[in-house]
């Protein structure tokens, strides 16, 4: 099979395995059984036929408590295409993405979602591997009064949807810098704050450290009406430490919109996310666009291959994960798609309280260790035979 014709592994296993021993291929895989669909109305399901989208919904539920009430939510990931040729004057580019997930969102809004995230820097192609500053870095736009945010806030509003759009970043009141952020708008229309992207990869052709550097905004964790959420963008899901503090704040779901190619790391996909949500006790949300970019001028991989125009394709499989372990099947490879997850989210402390990650977690130690690791002067801790 080509990998033009692998259109997931759900699709695959679901073709070639009888159902009764693929449902105990599940539960190895994705840690139980059932997929738990949720169902989507009538309305819902026409909607997304019409912006000719892949719509697909699961449900993680919890333990009934008696003192705690269920805590429902409807989260949803979006990931998509970038159709306008990479030639076509800047402001048609971005329009058409405004138009392509406005129409996504009205599906959203039908569906029931309280919290949407939008893939990494979602209102342009992911031109960073060219290197070259222009006309890329027009892109950038300013966090609370860019025409993205504009159109995002109104769209919060009217739907009472929180909404995290990943954008190239201006910002006006130092030098005019570039960021990789995420800015996080309330259900009330408003910007509650961001978040910049804290690790920038230096690898094959994600050349993003010619645009922008590291990010200084930490590991903000933000208090929705819909629960406490994080952003840990693209790369970042590389590093354990990462995903680690966002949880040490208070995190419940932590979304991880990226932009990554199979070749590089479709591997590490399915692993990396939900690993995330067993250690930190939290759920994860990883998003990734589809499709693939042709740009006018050629550029080079640092691989020693030939110069080429294309960056992709992006591998889609947007997927959630709980911390019980268990995560849902992931949307395809290749298409535009709206992920919907109604999730209990107290089933982040029914899993501290069963595991005890957090309880023996020994931040102390780790916090010594790494004081002394850090120090110019540091000797590895190596045991030697004499």
């Known amino acids: 099979m080509s990998e033009s014709n692998f259109k997931s592994l ?36 026409s909607l997304a036929k019409d912006v000719d989208i892949e719509l697909k919904g699961y449900v993680f539920s919890a333990r009934k408590e008696d003192l705690r009430r269920p805590r429902i939510v409807r989260v949803a990931a979006v990931q998509n295409t970038v159709d306008i040729p990479t030639t076509a004057p800047i402001h048609v580019q971005r329009d058409a993405l405004h138009e ?33 500053k222009f006309p890329w870095c027009e892109f950038a736009e300013d966090v609370e009064n860019g025409p993205t945010t504009k159109m995002l806030k109104e769209l919060a509003k009217q739907y009472n949807m929180v909404i995290i ?30 978040h910049r992207k804290n690790h920038i990869p230096r690898v094959g052709d994600f050349n993003e450290s010619t645009y922008y550097f590291e990010g200084d905004t930490g590991h903000p964790v933000f208090d929705t009406q819909f629960g406490r959420i994080a952003i840990n963008i693209c790369y970042g899901r590389h590093h354990p430490q990462n995903w680690m503090m966002f949880g ?23 692993i990396e996310a939900r690993n995330a949500a067993i250690a930190n006790s939290y759920f994860t949300v990883a998003i990734n666009r589809v499709g693939t970019e042709v740009f006018p001028n050629e550029f080079t991989s640092g691989n020693g291959l030939p110069a080429h125009k294309d960056f992709g394709p992006f591998y889609g499989s947007s997927y959630v994960a709980a911390p019980d372990g268990s995560r849902t099947p992931g949307l395809s490879r290749d298409k535009d798609g709206l992920l919907v997850v109604e999730m209990d989210l107290n089933l982040c402390r029914q899993i501290k309280d069963f595991w005890g990650f957090q309880m023996t977690q020994r931040l102390p130690l780790y916090a010594e260790s790494l004081a002394k690791a850090v120090k110019p002067d540091y000797k590895p801790q190596i045991i030697r035979e004499s």
């Open 165 to 194: 759009s990943p954008i190239l970043e201006r910002d006006t009141n130092h030098h005019d810098t570039i960021w990789n952020t995420a800015v996080v708008i309330s259900n009330n229309g408003t910007v509650i704050g961001k």
């Open 10 to 45: 759900e699709a695959t296993l679901n073709k070639h395995i009888p159902p009764e021993e693929l449902r105990e291929v599940k539960r190895v895989l994705y840690g139980r059984t059932d997929d738990n669909e949720l169902q989507f109305s009538e309305e819902t399901i």
């Open 248 to 270: 040490v704040n208070g995190a419940e779901i932590v979304f991880n919109p990226s932009a990554t190619v199979g070749a590089l790391s479709e591997p590490l996909w399915g």
């Open 100 to 132: 392509k997930i406005s129409n996504i969102l009205r599906v959203a809004v039908t569906a029931g979602v309280n919290i949407v995230c939008l893939q990494e820097a979602w209102t342009m192609p992911f031109a960073f591997c060219t290197r070259e």
